[in-house]
Every structure is written in C-alpha cells, then in structure tokens.
C-alpha cells in the first residue's frame, strides 16, 4: 500500500482495504474505492463495506489494528526507499522508470533483454 499524500483520505481507504482484505473482499473493496475516489469518507467506507457484506464489527476493529497500521507504515518506508513517488511507478530492472509510454517501456525491455544476451 502506498497512499498518496495529495488525497487527504488515502491512508484511511487503505486501511480500510486491508481491513476489508482480512475477510477475503480485498479486489472488491479496493475497486469501488477508485469507483469512488472523488467522495471518499468515513461514511462511504461504510457503505462499501455494508455492500460487500463485511462483518462491521470486524471490519472496524481490523482497521484499528495496530498490524495494520505497521504494514502500510512499512509500505510507505520501503517505496519511499525505491524512490517512489506516486502510484503508478514502474521499475525496470531496479531503476525508475520516467517516460511510461507503451513505445518507450517497450525499447526499454527489448534494450534489456539484448544486453541480458550479450
């Protein structure tokens, strides 16, 4: 998890995903989070949980979670390590890739691979 710190409610959605994620609805919770990126808050986290047919009582415990507020802790730690920025960041072979356009990622993996050949 890497919450952005532009969305002033990232770091409560993905709290709430990996919450969601300790009853095994985390693809579903996660999607309708980007759904509704543009009116997240604590009520609409939830409605997405009541429409997912989470147990609220566990669902709000799990977010409370001291593990998982270390592992997005963590998370973060280590992306800002790899020089993450944002989301999403690509890496090529451990470096950062800046231009993430399809003809550029593609002469890029193909200069790779005939450097991996020589």
Do not use: Y
Not at 46 to 59: C, G, P, Q, S, V
Not at 108 to 115: D, G, L, S, T, V
């Amino acid at each position: 998890m890497f919450p952005l710190s532009s969305h002033k409610f990232s770091r409560q959605a993905a709290t709430a995903a990996l919450a969601a994620d300790k009853q095994g609805k985390f693809p579903e919770f996660h999607a309708l989070l980007f759904k509704n990126f543009r009116s997240l808050n604590e009520e609409k986290l939830k409605e997405i949980a009541t429409e997912l047919n989470l147990d609220l009582i566990k669902f709000e415990a799990d977010r409370k979670s001291p593990e998982i507020a270390a592992l997005i802790s963590r998370d973060l730690n280590n992306g800002r390590t790899a020089d993450v920025r944002g989301t999403p960041t690509v890496f090529l072979n451990g470096k950062r890739v800046k231009n993430r356009g399809m003809q550029s990622l593609q002469q890029m993996i193909e200069a790779e691979i005939r450097k991996a050949h020589q």
